[in-house]
């Protein structure tokens, strides 16, 4: 069974342009999940999906962030203008549902880096 | 609200040694605690996992986890490291809602020869 798949695995760009990251759960899980994780730190949530619907983006800063997912499969996350301070690794994750005995299962993220 | 805490950012262990990764807890629920390890360069990789029932739960490569109530904690212990169990392991927590994870910062593993 394939598992989560990102890409790019890597990105530098210069600050103030844009950036996409993409992400395909493992088939069949309904729950997408998008995580920062700084340098040092464990990950952090960004947005959560159920299907197609964002159901929590309370911590989505949503003046530069965006994300999407079309059909309730694919995901991108949307950086525009980026920051220095956004140089981190996006992680995605997948889960058949939402709940506390579920496991959600990683993509190997994408390394970015803003100069 | 749920928090963890992860003792030691690094821990280094002869191959061989016991492995002993610790982490507690903070949850106004009962809990949901996984650990799971980061290889350089990749993504995360589900260790184990307590949800309910035994409370010492198995894990792939050898590890296992013993929840404590008593003492908040979810410890990660190995009997004998190996030089392929380098890595970063992370503790973490669902939510409330039980919706997403709450992670420690991190533990470095490192094993010499």
């Known amino acids: 069974e394939a598992g989560v798949v990102q890409s790019p695995r890597y990105k530098i760009i210069e600050k103030k342009q844009p950036v996409a990251f993409w992400c395909n759960p493992i088939?069949?899980?309904?729950?997408l999940y998008w995580y920062r994780q700084n340098l040092g730190q464990g990950p952090e949530l960004l947005i959560r999906y159920e299907n197609e619907e964002a159901v929590d983006d309370s911590q989505l800063p949503k003046d530069r962030f965006s994300a999407e997912r079309l059909k309730g499969v694919d995901s991108t996350l949307k950086i525009q203008p980026a920051e220095l301070g956004d140089s981190a690794v996006y992680l995605c994750?997948?889960?058949?549902?939402?709940?506390?005995?579920?496991?959600?299962?990683f993509g190997p993220g994408t390394r970015l880096l803003v100069l | 609200a749920q928090s963890v805490t992860q003792l030691g950012s690094h821990v280094s262990v002869s191959e061989g040694a016991l492995v002993l990764l610790r982490c507690n807890y903070s949850s106004s629920v009962p809990p949901y605690l996984f650990w799971y390890v980061q290889y350089p360069n990749q993504g995360l990789q589900l260790l184990l996992k307590y949800t309910t029932g035994a409370t010492l739960v198995k894990g792939i490569n050898g590890f296992e986890a013993e929840f404590k109530k008593s003492e908040t904690s979810f410890h990660l212990t190995k009997p004998s490291a190996h030089m392929s169990d380098a890595a970063e392991y992370f503790c973490?927590?669902?939510?409330?809602?039980?919706?997403?994870?709450?992670f420690g910062k991190g533990t470095t593993l490192s094993v010499s020869s």
């Open positions: 088939s069949g899980h309904n729950t």
């Open positions: 973490a927590v669902k939510n409330q809602a039980g919706t997403a994870l709450i």
């Open positions: 994750a997948s889960s058949l549902l939402a709940g506390g005995r579920e496991t959600q299962y």
